[in-house]
């Protein structure tokens, strides 16, 4: 804790339990919607349904932890894609060459992910806009191109072929379509949770400070450069997740996982969502994707559809769906108060 | 910061907004297939670099299908295929083919995808079960390694290893007849390129072992400017250039080696040359390049393929492409395996399938088959030949040896560990 962070507590107490209260508001949200995602297959059959779910779990979690570096932090990564794709190849990896069971594989994948992006943040995170977002997009392309060309360990351009093994652990099997499904649903609402924890946190306020004037959070002795690295670390390791979760649902890992086009996707879908709420991505990541598979369905020319959106959001709303759902409803609230 | 403390807003309209989401995703899902027809689902490139052979995959089943329908369908239901774009990416070929067999009651698969998006379509055949049939992927280990192998998956499309066979055999001969010691590569820089290559040069030495390689080129894929790779290989002086570049890497690397005089200088083997996609882009074709067929309506030299070129030209206006002959063919064995089964269910299929010769155009002696132990096509029509700059464009094609393919691949597959 800093000096300031320590002089302030004395005075927000009051505050303090609402943080706590809100917390336990958080965990019950979390704990309804596990609840409600997790009984779907007792309603329906469609198959179509859970694979939607998943997708938006993998999507989602990736979309999310990038808001936390985008939106909290005013870090805009176009590489954050590298720990997609890393998670996906390090999960399948471990599990077609060494056979271990799924949580230890899940565990050392969080671990590697942990360790390129301590190395990979502590270059990265010294630099500011622009200058951040293309190094981390070099380090993106970087690991594409290993992927493509150590074709004996990753399998090039063809991808890790011949299925990802899903030995049964715990009860639970994931080569059934169910419980991938719920699984999916529980790693969506952990990892959701966690990282409103994290932003909800005084060290997420440190990030928004930083975001806002990181001269004045240095000033105010803030160590910038590791609260920094911190959160680039957090966010690699949620986005990790996601790659879990679509490594799972394709049984395989393949480079476009790695490659900048999923970084844009993830900026698109904060762009689609709104970046100044927490479940914002999220929005986004259901949008982008219903929009994608719907789109898909009727027309090949999909990239002009996607386009027209594009320009919609940013030239017509000139925020994400849910900064103008929130703005909306706060302006409602206050001409309301006035009456 | 204090928005994303607004009580409640953010998460009820996000649950609502998801609920909704949910609701317009399970809707089509309700609408289930008629029992009469039969739904083939087909995720192919349909946007993008490649969106013209997945276009021409899509127009090769479309052609046939419309004669499987007309002489009364698959074992008595008419088919209806349900064709989707998964632009190229693995994620959403493995999403697209889900989707077709779960939401939209396909009960057959037809996987027009390219290289890995192939391997993502075959783990979801191998998840969900369903019939497919790759029509497009060359990459041998999709049907020589035991470990990718299912009942329920089989390929129509050409193999990797018998292109090399037949392109280093054919090599090598003129190799011995001209004198050619000195060669140099050039393909494009990815598994492709790389495998092809390597097993081209593997059988070309196999056959001539006094060819020596002296200069390699990996120019990457897709690249605009070949000016270093040509002047590259013109200092090398080599006596013959083998290349796998394909499409529009082809033209464009023609079109600016012309500029240099390249082809006057040495013979070139560039085994995509003989690909209508190729030969009609290219603004001038030099006289004398050797090339493999990919789907030329001259080669085979029958009636029957002339007659489906010319009718797929009267249809689309265009000539077929490589993956077009491919994609016929899975829907002619579909057709008839029904047939013999008397069933459209994807098990019956599948078991007369295998070992299954059929009358096909594109057969080297007029017939195809499934070859049963590996679920793979063999006796498909395969040669060389050597360019003109006008139509037919590639005159006389020398025809591969099946026997000798056969011999040798089965020797390839014992050095990988494959049998």
């Known amino acids: 804790m800093t000096e300031l962070e ?3 507590a004395q005075t927000l107490v009051p505050v303090r339990s609402g943080a706590v209260l809100q917390r336990y508001r958080d965990v019950l949200i979390a704990l309804i919607a596990f609840a409600v995602l997790a009984s779907l297959p007792l309603f329906t059959g469609s198959k179509a349904l859970l694979d939607f779910v998943i997708r938006c779990s993998a999507y989602g979690l990736f979309a999310t932890s990038l808001n936390l570096l985008v939106g909290y932090t005013g870090l805009t990564s176009f590489g954050h894609g590298m720990f997609f794709g890393l998670g996906a190849y390090s999960f399948g990896l471990i599990m077609q060459k060494l056979g271990v069971p799924i949580p230890a594989a899940f565990v050392a994948t969080l671990a590697i992910t942990a360790v390129f992006a301590t190395i990979i943040g502590a270059i990265c995170v010294r630099l500011k806009e622009i200058y951040f977002a293309f190094v981390t997009l070099a380090f993106q ?31 639970i099997d994931l080569s059934n379509h169910v419980h991938l499904y719920v699984t999916s649903c529980a790693l969506l609402i952990l990892g959701l949770l966690a990282m409103r924890q994290i932003a909800q946190s005084p060290f997420g306020y440190t990030l928004r400070m930083i975001r806002d004037n990181a001269a004045r959070a240095s000033f105010l002795g803030i160590d910038v450069w590791r609260a920094k690295l911190t959160v680039f670390v957090l966010a690699a390791l949620f986005a990790s997740m996601g790659g879990m979760v679509m490594a799972l649902f394709v049984s395989g890992a393949y480079p476009e996982f790695a490659y900048w086009t999923i970084s844009g996707e993830g900026i698109f879908i904060n762009m689609l969502g709104g970046v100044s709420t927490f479940l914002g991505p999220m929005v986004g990541t259901v949008l982008l994707l219903l929009l994608n598979d719907t ?3 009727f027309t090949e020319y999909h990239g002009i559809v996607l386009g027209v959106v594009i320009l919609f959001f940013a030239l017509g709303l000139r925020k994400g769906l849910l900064d103008f759902v929130a703005e909306w409803y706060a302006h409602r609230r206050e001409t309301g108060e006035e009456r | 910061m204090t928005r994303t403390r607004t009580p409640g807003i953010s998460r009820r309209s996000t649950l609502a907004l998801m609920g909704a989401g949910a609701m317009s995703v399970a809707a089509p899902w309700v609408a289930r297939a ?7 689902g087909m995720p192919t490139i349909l946007s993008g670099r490649v969106a013209q052979l997945g276009t021409s995959s899509r127009n090769a089943v479309m052609l046939e299908v419309e004669k499987v329908n007309a002489a ?19 994620q959403e070929a493995a999403r697209v083919a889900r989707e077709l067999v779960n939401t939209d009651g396909c009960e057959l698969v037809i996987d027009a995808e390219a290289s890995s998006g192939a391997f993502a379509v075959h783990e979801v055949a191998r998840d969900l079960g369903v019939f497919c049939i790759h029509t497009n992927s060359e990459t041998s280990a999709l049907t020589a390694d035991p470990k990718q192998r299912i009942p329920n998956a089989f390929r129509t499309a050409r193999q990797g290893v018998h292109d090399s066979i037949v392109g280093g055999s ?19 820089d990815y598994a492709y390129g790389r495998d092809t290559t390597a097993e081209f040069t593997l059988y070309l030495k196999r056959f001539a072992p006094e060819v020596e390689i002296i200069s390699e080129s990996w120019p990457k894929l897709f690249q605009p400017d070949y000016t270093e790779v040509v002047t590259k290989i013109l200092q090398a002086k080599p006596q013959a250039l083998y290349s796998c570049l394909w499409g529009g890497d082809l033209t464009s690397y023609i079109d600016q080696a012309n500029i240099y005089a390249m082809f006057g200088q040495m013979e070139v083997f560039a085994v995509n040359m ?12 030099p006289k004398g390049i050797h090339s493999g067929n990919r789907y030329i309506k001259t080669f085979p030299t029958t009636p029957e393929n002339a007659a489906w070129g010319d009718a797929y030209k009267a ?16 829907i002619m064995l579909m057709a008839e395996a029904a047939k013999k089964a008397n069933s459209a269910d994807g098990k019956k299929i599948a078991e007369v399938l295998k070992g299954l010769t059929i009358k096909c155009p594109f057969g080297a002696d007029g017939t195809v088959t499934m070859r049963g132990d590996d679920h793979t096509l063999v006796g498909y029509a395969i040669g060389w030949g050597t360019t003109i700059p006008q139509e037919p464009y590639v005159p006389e094609v020398k025809a591969g040896d099946w026997k000798t393919i056969f011999e040798l691949e089965a020797e390839w597959k014992k050095s990988k560990g494959y049998t």
Request: aromatic share 10%.
């Open chain 2, 315 to 330: 249809k689309f206006n265009e000539y077929p492409t490589n993956w077009s002959w491919e994609n016929a063919t899975a």
């Open chain 2, 274 to 285: 003989a690909d209508y996609t190729a030969l009609t882009v290219v603004k001038n074709l």
């Open chain 1, 6 to 8: 320590a002089g302030r």
């Open chain 2, 72 to 90: 009364g369908g698959l074992a008595g239901r008419q088919i209806e295929m349900v064709i989707r774009d998964s632009k190229g990416q693995p």
């Open chain 1, 295 to 297: 789109v898909t369905r």
């Open chain 2, 34 to 40: 008629q029992a009469k027809t039969i739904k083939i």
């Open chain 2, 170 to 188: 054919y090599a090598a001969a003129i190799a011995k007849a001209k004198g050619l010691k000195k060669w140099a590569t050039c393909s494009p």
């Open chain 1, 141 to 171: 392309m970087l690991i594409h191109s290993t992927i493509l060309s150590w074709a004996s360990f990753t399998g090039g351009d063809q991808g890790l072929r011949g299925g990802i093994p899903r030995p049964v652990f715990l009860g």
